[in-house]
């Protein structure tokens, strides 16, 4: 991440020295203080709060409760597969979405605004707005009754068919946090040098060639940072899975919010954050190894 | 028009379709009367009738909620300003020892799930007398827009040259003089953006602000909480409300967001 630091401009402040050093320092400050407050000391406190009990005592009661809890395992794996479905049908549809953008189409001002306006689309709003899509009564079944596709309402979100119920909810969220990776990949896209491309075009390379040889592997670092921050915040999701599967479908980041808010115990919730933030550390590990940049395969 | 582009164009209509025909059906379901919301199959065009509008913002604890939501994001939006401009400022114009582990910090706020984050923080806020207010949510949505917000308040300073800067110090600005008459001028549409991206991320979001809360909900705190009992008219309202300003804010803001999802993309 260290490549992208811009060239500062050395203002002539700074060349005359002296006590203008720690100006940028004092500048950093109130935000230093701030991440610090608001990040390192809640963390800290996390462990705190998930290795003791409600009674105060240090130990692994809390932790026990959690693993011993029957929903916790299925909210585990429903977290891990939304994933692993979610991701490649998001990077697709990304891909296709900054090609767009990046091309040389007219209107690519309205484009770019109609792809990333997901972007400012809370998780809640999307939640409810794919409910009316997969509701019985709802617009799906409107339109594929009205193709002749169905003769009468499919029951999309049926909790005692968890599949399917996961599968509204990729959808959900393949169409509103897919911006976030557009956003990313229009970036690394647009930093590809016309050379390469049109490189590519001298030796009449196909645009499958195009792509397999020239575009993606100059976007693998962008592809790597866009897998890190998508999948960090795909252990999140929460809304989306309120909206979608009620109460019946549980999710990590749903259990955490029913241990604070329902059985008033900071405790466990704090322990199902922690187990959040170790599967976040485990996946990104994961990506930092699967594509290693070609500094540290040592080309 | 040769093949590829119109495969192109084609590609295009396609994909805006897939994120545009899910708001429409929002769109009709918030402005059409109980009886359409019910009847099936659903009608492609609304009544424009305003009753389930009307019924939402009127149903107990909305307005309230409604409030709190606007204050919340307006003090956000505020607070992350005042705290990510100097520090924008100083990484676009300075070169100091620990800049880079800076952005790196920054950057890396962003592994620390919300989960973790809101929960110890709602016990410190029950210690601070903070919890249940709208200044202990604000306080938490500004911890997170703020490592976004100093990136892009960076980029925005980085894209004031710094002649004016000089030019002015030449004239006899102090270098504060120089940085309120020269640089701030040209930098606030920048700036602007870049609270209004703290804006509608506070707006949005629904799992700290629903830990942090208890009688003082935000809006989609509220929405969230009666849901699995609410009438369809209401949701899709509630719906409507939510997305609504998300239509505004990206239109005034999409080009400044391309690059600050991530590290590489980073200007």
């Not at chain 1, 008033?264 to 940049?293: E, F, K």
């Amino acid at each position: 991440m260290a490549e992208a630091v811009t060239e500062a401009p050395v203002v002539a402040a700074e060349r005359r020295g002296g006590p203008q050093r720690w100006l940028p320092y004092l500048l950093l400050a109130p935000s230093v203080a701030y991440l610090l407050i608001f990040f390192a000391s809640p963390m800290i406190q996390a462990f705190g709060l998930a290795f003791t009990s409600t009674t105060g005592e240090w130990g692994l009661g809390s932790i026990r409760a959690m693993l011993g809890d029957d929903r916790f395992w299925p909210a585990v794996w429903t977290t891990v597969i939304l994933l692993v479905v979610l991701l490649p049908l998001q990077f697709a549809l990304a891909m296709a979405m900054s090609m767009v953008i990046t091309s040389r189409l007219r209107g690519s001002g309205l484009w770019l605004y109609v792809f990333l306006l997901p972007l400012g689309v809370s998780e809640l709003g999307a939640g409810i707005l794919w409910y009316s899509i997969f509701v019985e009564q709802g617009w799906l079944n409107t339109v594929l009754q009205s193709l002749g596709l169905i003769d009468r309402p499919v029951i999309w979100l049926d909790y005692r068919e968890p599949w399917r119920v996961i599968g509204t909810i990729v959808v959900a969220e393949a169409w509103r946090s897919t911006s976030l990776i557009v956003i990313i990949l229009v970036g690394g896209l647009r930093a590809i040098p016309r050379d390469y491309l049109e490189a590519a075009d001298v030796f009449h390379a196909g645009p499958w060639q195009r792509m397999r040889h020239v575009v993606l592997p100059m976007m693998r670092p962008t592809i790597r940072t866009a897998l890190i921050v998508r999948t960090v915040l795909a252990f999140e999701v929460f809304a989306t899975v309120i909206a979608l599967g009620g109460t019946g479908t549980d999710v990590l980041a749903t259990q955490a919010n029913r241990a604070y808010t329902e059985y008033q115990d900071a405790h466990l919730a704090s322990a199902y954050g922690l187990v959040i933030l170790l599967v976040s550390l485990v996946a990104v590990g994961i990506i930092l190894v699967a594509l290693p940049t070609r500094k540290e395969r040592g080309e | 028009m040769t093949a590829r582009r119109v495969l192109g164009y084609g590609g295009a209509v396609l994909l805006a379709g897939w994120v545009l025909v899910p708001i429409w059906f929002v769109v009709v379901g918030a402005f059409s009367t109980a009886d359409a919301v019910y009847s099936y199959p659903l009608a492609a065009w609304p009544d424009w009738s305003l009753e389930s509008m009307r019924f939402f913002v009127t149903s107990a604890g909305v307005p309230q909620a409604l409030l709190s939501s606007v204050i919340v994001a307006v003090l956000t939006g505020v607070v992350t300003l005042l705290l990510a401009a100097p520090a924008g400022y100083a990484l676009a114009r300075f070169v100091f020892p620990g800049a880079d582990a800076y952005r790196l910090a920054v950057l890396s706020t962003r592994a620390f799930p919300v989960v973790v984050l809101s929960i110890p923080l709602a016990v410190f806020f029950l210690q601070w007398g903070i919890y249940d207010t709208v200044w202990g949510v604000a306080l938490m949505h500004t911890a997170l827009a703020l490592p976004f917000v100093v990136l892009m308040v960076s980029a925005v300073f980085a894209g004031v040259p710094v002649d004016l800067e000089e030019a002015a110090q030449v004239f006899g600005c102090s270098r504060f003089g120089a940085f309120r008459r020269a640089v701030v001028p040209n930098a606030a549409p920048g700036l602007a953006a870049a609270a209004t991206f703290a804006v509608l991320l506070s707006y949005n979001e629904v799992f700290a602000a629903s830990i942090l809360t208890l009688q003082q909900p935000t809006l989609p705190v509220f929405v969230l909480t009666g849901l699995t009992q609410a009438p369809l008219p209401f949701r899709y309202a509630g719906a409507l409300f939510l997305l609504a300003p998300a239509f505004l804010f990206i239109l005034l803001i999409r080009r400044r967001l391309l690059g600050v999802g991530g590290g590489p993309t980073l200007r």
